[in-house]
């Protein structure tokens, strides 16, 4: 039988070299999907992306360097409830020190002075969709005594999730944008509020139309559709709070424009980028980003004009 030779591939050898020279081990699979996701955001033209990648995969190095401090701060935290609140790590920042800075940190105890960011006496805390306000550790420091920490008990939606034998992914997709993941999480989250996911389910959850559901299926179907349907209406709230905070910041596009824009397939790029500079004489969508064009007789960023067109033309790898 006659073998073959392996096609060449400058991204696969690339990334084989690298992860022999720098090493994946000290946290499986992190060093091999942080090169992948490095190389995907270097050739999508998505900007600062790649700091967030690198920022990340610099962080966790430090976090495990950090992780003996651990002890500290299950045991202060057993005495300081505030510190106990488990910190956000996805914050939507793009400056790669920061991102640096919340990856490298997590295990470092939360003591009630400012840090060097500026951002309070706390770090800010991690909040889910699926439970109202901020998650908190349950006696952390029988972490360090037993080997094993307690879990907060799951609450009535969180239950009937469980007993439908369903996951928490099928109702709730995160965002790849974690500015609109952290937004759409404060809306859903928050105690009292018109949008809180926990609360709205828990009732529809003992209504007699949910009770009179014939059947886990049907219960199912029903569970999911209520769910998503406060979860879409938190993303049009969220997005709409990042688009008027970019303007407010005179950008002319929002994050969710470059990220949409880096997310859509190539195909539909050339596509677009093959009208454009036929159409207004430009060089691409990406090298042309910050410009405007008169479309319909109204200035257009170029960025929104590029993804507008790539979704009249089909283009749904891009949505968020």
């Known amino acids: 039988m006659e073998g073959t030779l392996p096609t060449f591939s400058i991204r696969r050898y690339g990334t084989d070299i690298a992860q022999a020279l720098l090493g994946s081990t000290f946290r499986t699979g992190m060093g091999l999907y942080a090169l992948d996701k490095l190389w995907t955001d270097f050739g999508s033209g998505s900007g600062d992306a790649w700091k967030k990648v690198a920022g990340q995969f610099v962080g966790n190095i430090g976090n495990t360097f950090a992780l003996p401090a651990s002890v500290v701060k299950d045991f202060y935290s057993q005495y300081d409830e505030k510190s106990r609140y488990v910190p956000e790590s996805k914050t939507g920042d793009t400056n790669f020190l920061d991102i640096v800075y919340n990856k490298a940190t997590r295990a470092l105890p939360d003591f009630p002075v400012v840090d060097w960011t500026g951002e309070g006496p706390y770090e800010r ?3 889910t969709p ?3 306000g901020d998650i908190k550790a349950v006696l952390p420091a029988e972490k360090q005594m037993f080997g094993a920490s307690r879990r907060a008990p799951k609450n009535k939606f969180q239950k009937e999730i469980a007993n439908l034998n369903m996951e928490d992914r099928e109702l709730y997709k995160r965002p790849s944008d974690e500015m609109l993941d952290l937004y759409m999480t404060e809306i859903l989250s928050k105690a009292g509020g018109e949008g809180n996911l926990n609360e709205n389910m828990a009732n ?3 209504s007699k139309k949910y009770k009179d559901l014939d059947g886990v299926k049907a219960k199912r179907v029903e569970l999911q559709t209520r769910s998503r349907k406060l979860i879409s209406q938190a993303r049009d709230i969220a997005r709409e709070r990042i688009e008027a905070e970019a303007m407010k910041n005179g ?6 424009s470059v990220t949409e824009w880096s997310r859509t397939t190539q195909l539909y790029k050339d596509r677009v980028n093959e009208y454009y500079t036929k159409r207004y004489k430009g060089k691409s969508i990406d090298a042309d980003r910050d410009k405007y064009i008169m479309y319909n007789g109204e200035p257009m960023n170029i960025l929104n004009f590029g993804l507008q067109l ?4 089909g283009s749904k790898a891009g949505e968020l």
């Open 251 to 256: 950008a002319n596009y929002s994050r969710l």
């Open 204 to 206: 529809f959850i003992d």
């Open 310 to 313: 790539a979704k009249i033309y």
């Open 130 to 132: 699926f439970v109202t």
């Open 125 to 127: 805390p991690l909040r």
